[in-house]
């Protein structure tokens, strides 16, 4: 595969990526904002609840969009690849499985996004709720990608390929870690566009930003150390077709967008007046799907070189 290929295979991931990042932004938005919720009620901060119930209100503007998005891509790839829709919907399929978790998330999902302020008073509930369906999501996610990685294999095979060095663990853990990326990282985004109809005061926003832009950056540094961690057990055929081709450089350059997102969400951590910084949170978000993109393309021809 040429550079130019490559390239136009990133392209013609643009929109699906584009609409995985929303579906995964959802995912993560429980994690964030039942840990905003938690620490606001260890620490007494007004700020930090005030935090998690704007991630549970951008949660709750993504959970419909999420849904189309998952029965969209059902039923997507159930007429354009009804082969391995057949293998992925089986009786015996580890994908069925990762439906019925994520059934318990679109039941605690939207209980729990909807429900801060009833619940106000009752906040052991609702933490009880939020920590449902972040396990719930993370479950889901981890289960999904092996499931769909592993689709084209037979079931010998596909279970031999669960062992200790497996590249199954790193790939299940940096999507979940990218669901809690996508959540904070668009975080920010919502945030600013909330900012003229919610408007809680420039402190809160300085501190919300401040807070958002440090979730995003931990949580990416963890997504990119796990790409090394798969770069260290992928196969040596499969390292041979990625590093020594275009696909290479693909990987380097999502890599890359992940660090120019670090630095750009560095500034707005640190700053005391984030909100004039909100371009740049545009353009951080722009980037994030770019580097999405990027990733699914790798994760699309590892499904091909299995």
Same mark, same amino acid.
């Given at each position: 595969?040429?550079?130019?290929?490559?390239?136009?295979?990133?392209?013609?991931?643009l929109?699906? +990526?584009?609409?995985?990042?929303?579906?995964?932004? !959802?995912?993560?938005? #429980?994690?964030?904002?039942v840990s905003?919720e938690?620490?606001?009620?260890i620490?007494?901060?007004?700020?930090?609840?005030?935090?998690g119930?704007? &991630?549970?209100?951008?949660?709750?503007?993504?959970?419909?969009?999420?849904?189309?998005?998952?029965?969209?891509?059902? =039923?997507l !790839?159930? /007429?354009?690849f009804?082969?391995l +829709?057949?293998?992925?919907?089986?009786?015996?399929?580890?994908f069925i499985?990762?439906? !019925?978790?994520?059934?318990?998330?679109? @039941?605690l999902?939207?209980? $729990?996004?909807?429900?801060?302020?009833? @619940?106000?008073? *009752?906040?052991?509930?609702?933490?009880?709720?939020g920590?449902?369906a972040?396990? /719930?999501?993370a479950?889901?996610?981890? &289960?999904?990608v092996?499931?769909k990685?592993?689709?084209?294999? %037979?079931?010998?095979a596909a279970?031999?390929?669960?062992g200790?060095?497996?590249?199954?663990? %790193?790939?299940?853990?940096?999507?979940?870690?990218?669901?809690?990326? #996508?959540a904070a990282?668009l *975080?920010?985004?919502?945030? &600013?566009?909330?900012?003229?109809?919610?408007?809680?005061g420039?402190? $809160? $926003?300085?501190?919300s930003?401040?807070? +958002?832009?440090?979730?995003?950056?931990?949580?990416?540094?963890?997504?990119l150390?796990?790409?090394?961690? @798969?770069?260290a057990?992928?196969?040596?055929?499969l390292?041979?077709m990625?590093?020594?081709?275009?696909?290479?450089?693909?990987? /380097?350059i =999502?890599?890359a967008?992940g @660090?120019?997102?670090? +630095?750009?969400?560095? &500034?707005?951590?640190?700053?005391?007046?984030?909100?004039?910084?909100?371009?740049l949170?545009?353009?951080a978000?722009?980037?994030?799907?770019?580097?999405?993109?990027?990733n699914?393309?790798?994760?699309?021809?590892?499904?091909t070189?299995?």
């Open positions: 595969m040429s550079m130019q290929e490559s390239l136009i295979l990133v392209a013609t991931m929109a699906p +990526a584009f609409f995985s990042l929303i579906g995964m932004a !959802a995912l993560g938005c #429980a994690a964030v904002a905003s938690a620490a606001a009620k620490k007494g901060r007004v700020f930090l609840d005030k935090y119930q704007q &991630v549970a209100s951008m949660g709750a503007v993504l959970f419909p969009l999420f849904l189309v998005i998952l029965i969209g891509s059902i =039923g !790839a159930s /007429a354009r009804q082969q +829709a057949s293998r992925l919907l089986a009786p015996d399929s580890p499985f990762s439906l !019925a978790i994520m059934g318990v998330f679109t @039941l999902g939207p209980v $729990y996004f909807l429900t801060w302020k009833k @619940l106000r008073q *009752s906040k052991g509930v609702h933490l009880l709720l920590i449902g972040a396990l /719930a999501a479950a889901a996610v981890a &289960v999904t092996p499931a990685l592993m689709a084209g294999l %037979p079931p010998e279970q031999a390929g669960f200790p060095g497996s590249m199954v663990w %790193p790939m299940a853990t940096m999507h979940v870690i990218l669901c809690i990326v #996508a990282g *975080s920010c985004v919502y945030l &600013v566009l909330r900012r003229n109809r919610d408007d809680f420039r402190d $809160y $926003y300085r501190f930003l401040n807070l +958002a832009s440090r979730w995003a950056i931990t949580t990416m540094l963890v997504f150390a796990c790409q090394g961690w @798969l770069l057990v992928l196969p040596d055929p390292r041979t990625t590093i020594d081709t275009p696909l290479g450089m693909v990987w /380097a =999502g890599s967008l @660090l120019v997102c670090c +630095a750009i969400w560095l &500034v707005t951590a640190r700053s005391q007046t984030p909100l004039r910084f909100k371009g949170l545009l353009v978000a722009g980037l994030l799907w770019l580097m999405h993109a990027a699914a393309t790798l994760f699309m021809n590892f499904m070189m299995l």
